[in-house]
């Protein structure tokens, strides 16, 4: 029998406020043949309480409880070891996906033949609150589009990976679901985007994402050290980075 499972990888540290919601919005999808791999990576607050209290009802959500604070990265690639589906996709735990987010991913690979899409999402401050104009994807996007700017979010990459197989993320502090992204778009022509919204990212005051200090340094480092591209190349995918990067949040 075909293996239609799919595999939501959520890793969480201190998420008291939002985990439930998130769980809830997987538990209200129209596709039910799922399982949620959440990793916590050393909470300090109720975060695996509330997770072991909801899984003791849904044994479709597994928590792995990580020794050590390690960040984003490794908490995910953890999530990606444990993976037992055909389908891989990602949700953080302060994240949203509206209920047929699984329905309409699958069907569009079924559509396109393209193995690896991507939705559209609304934007909102932690009380849901609309307060960005909707982030719309590009209907496809290649390596090189992805060099000069990350349209593809972690809450809505969809990747069946029984068909294009199963890839880590790049051990870095940022960016390391973007490396993620370039590893499959080495090896295919492009990743498809769905126009339609089908989920919502909730804009945290602390988000890593909207600190912007250091992520000129980072966004450099990832294209030398990553990507290993020369230093021509950097400056060329970093001009596009950073103005693609204003316009993102200019309303």
Same mark, same amino acid.
């Given at each position: ?7 939501? @990888?959520?890793?969480?540290?201190? !998420?008291? +406020?939002?985990?439930? &919601?998130?769980?809830?919005? =997987? ?86 033949? @393209?193995?690896?899409?991507?939705? !559209?999402? +609304?934007?909102?401050? &932690?009380?849901?609150?609309? =307060? ?120």
């Amino acid at each position: 029998m075909e293996n239609s499972l799919v595999s939501i @990888i959520t890793p969480s540290y201190n !998420s008291e +406020k939002f985990i439930s &919601e998130t769980i809830k919005s =997987v538990q209200n999808q129209t596709y039910q043949d799922w399982e949620m791999i959440i990793i916590d990576d050393c909470s300090t607050d109720k975060t695996t309480e509330i997770i072991r209290k909801i899984s003791k009802e849904d044994p479709r959500i597994k928590l792995i409880l990580l020794n050590k604070n390690s960040g984003p990265a490794i908490a995910r690639n953890k999530g990606i070891e444990a993976v037992q589906g055909r389908y891989m996709t990602f949700l953080d735990a302060d994240d949203i996906w509206f209920p047929d987010f699984i329905e309409n991913s699958i069907q569009a690979i079924k559509t396109t033949g @393209i193995y690896f899409v991507f939705s !559209s999402y +609304k934007r909102s401050d &932690e009380a849901l609150n609309f =307060v960005y104009s909707d982030f719309i994807v590009p209907r496809k996007v290649t390596y090189f589009d992805i060099l000069k700017t990350n349209s593809i979010s972690c809450l809505t990459a969809f990747i069946d990976i029984q068909v294009l197989g199963k890839k880590t993320m790049p051990e870095v502090f940022k960016r390391q679901d973007m490396g993620l992204w370039l590893k499959y778009l080495k090896e295919i022509p492009f990743a498809y985007g769905i126009l339609e919204p089908k989920a919502i990212y909730r804009i945290r005051k602390n988000s890593l994402s909207r600190k912007k200090s250091d992520l000129l340094k980072y966004q450099w480092q990832f294209y030398r050290n990553v990507e290993n591209l020369t230093v021509f190349q950097s400056c060329f995918y970093m001009a596009h980075w950073m103005y693609r990067g204003f316009m993102k949040y200019r309303n």
